[in-house]
Nanobody
Framework: QVQLVESGGGLVQAGGSLTLSCAASGNPFRINFMAWFRQAPGKQRELVASISSEGSTNYAESVKGRFTISRDNAKNTGYLRMSSLKPEDTAVYYC???????????????WGQGTQVTVSS
């Protein structure tokens, strides 16, 4: 079974950097788009960044110029490099991906377990 396993979260000081990883296990046949969402306590989940299978990227206005989404297709892994972090970036970050598990499987959406990112003042 395909699973998305996130890592890289933790505590960082404001202005610091952190890189999150999202590894797709279970030998997915094809990974279409990948995205990162985040949700702070009492807030709605929001889209942070996304990257298409062709490498086209989109970012939330609040993170443009600070965050970079990327993917390594050979490793079935997506990344979110976060720089110039602010306290308002504190949230649980979730990896999301549309994945085709096998040549005869329909593509479907998968979610990572979430990883906590805390930015101190």
């Amino acid at each position: 079974q395909v699973q998305l396993v996130e890592s890289g979260g933790g505590l960082v000081q404001a202005g610091g950097s952190l890189t999150l990883s999202c590894a797709a296990s279970g030998n997915p046949f094809r990974i279409n788009f990948m995205a990162w969402f985040r949700q702070a306590p009492g807030k709605q989940r929001e889209l942070v960044a996304s990257i298409s299978s062709e490498g086209s990227t989109n970012y939330a206005e609040s993170v443009k110029g600070r965050f970079t989404i990327s993917r390594d297709n050979a490793k079935n892994t997506g990344y979110l490099r976060m720089s110039s972090l602010k306290p308002e970036d504190t949230a649980v970050y979730y990896c999301n991906s549309n994945i085709k598990r096998s040549p005869i499987s329909a593509a479907q959406s998968y979610w990572g377990q979430g990883t906590q990112v805390t930015v101190s003042s």
